[in-house]
């Protein structure tokens, strides 16, 4: 049973910085997509950053230059290092992931996290 839990969310001011954490359980699968998602209110759940098995990173154009995706594969934990925060990144970020490419594809993710709040005000 695959189980995704974030964690790291907050409140900051803008121009802060936030780390948030995406622990995996049970994900066996050799080839996997992992990505961080937000969504905020009254909008469309919209992808922020993906990592595959290889390690291969994509970004959100809104985001390119200030967060971070990485992984700790010890760990097996996905990370999104958030940096120069602004009140347009406020929304409910979550973790999910899928076995398979096409990384950037929102409907293929079907594990998903519980979400962790970031506010920035």
């Known amino acids: 049973h695959v189980q995704l839990v974030e964690s790291g969310g907050g409140s900051v001011q803008a121009g802060g910085s936030l780390r948030l954490s995406c622990a995996a359980s049970?994900?066996?699968?050799?080839?996997?997509?992992m990505g961080w998602f937000r969504q905020a209110p009254g909008k469309e759940r919209e992808r922020v950053a993906t990592?595959?098995?290889?390690?291969?990173?994509s970004m959100a154009d809104s985001v390119k230059g200030r967060f971070t995706i990485s992984r700790d594969s010890a760990k097996s934990t996905v990370y999104l290092e958030m940096y120069g925060l602004e009140p347009g990144d406020t929304a409910m970020y979550y973790c999910?992931?899928?076995?398979?490419?096409?990384?950037?594809?929102?409907?293929?993710?079907?594990?998903w996290g519980q979400g962790t709040q970031v506010t920035v005000s």
């Open positions: 049970g994900y066996t699968y050799s080839s996997y997509c």
């Open positions: 990592i595959n098995s290889d390690g291969r990173v």
């Open positions: 999910a992931a899928h076995s398979g490419a096409l990384c950037s594809d929102q409907t293929r993710y079907n594990t």
